[in-house]
């Protein structure tokens, strides 16, 4: 079976989790009136808070996760 075939058949649940391990997201969180740098898994669970952006983006590049942008 190809690639393109196996995609074809997965299912919702096998979809969800495609790219939770490979892509992130990054956003301003306010926790006890300071700014802290959440990161999120691909499903919106929150697994990090950083003092700063650049740090947050960082950290996922060491990690081999890919940052997107989330609009």
Do not use: C, F, K
Request: glycine residues 6%.
């Amino acid at each position: 079976m190809s690639e393109i075939e196996r995609l074809r058949q997965i299912s919702p649940r096998e979809l969800a989790l495609l790219g939770m391990q490979d892509i992130a997201y990054i956003r301003p969180l306010i926790t006890n009136g300071v700014v802290g740098w959440a990161v999120y898994a691909a499903d919106g669970t929150q697994i990090a808070l950083l003092p700063s952006r650049e740090v947050a983006a960082a950290t996922l590049a060491q990690n081999d996760i890919e940052a997107v942008s989330v609009h």
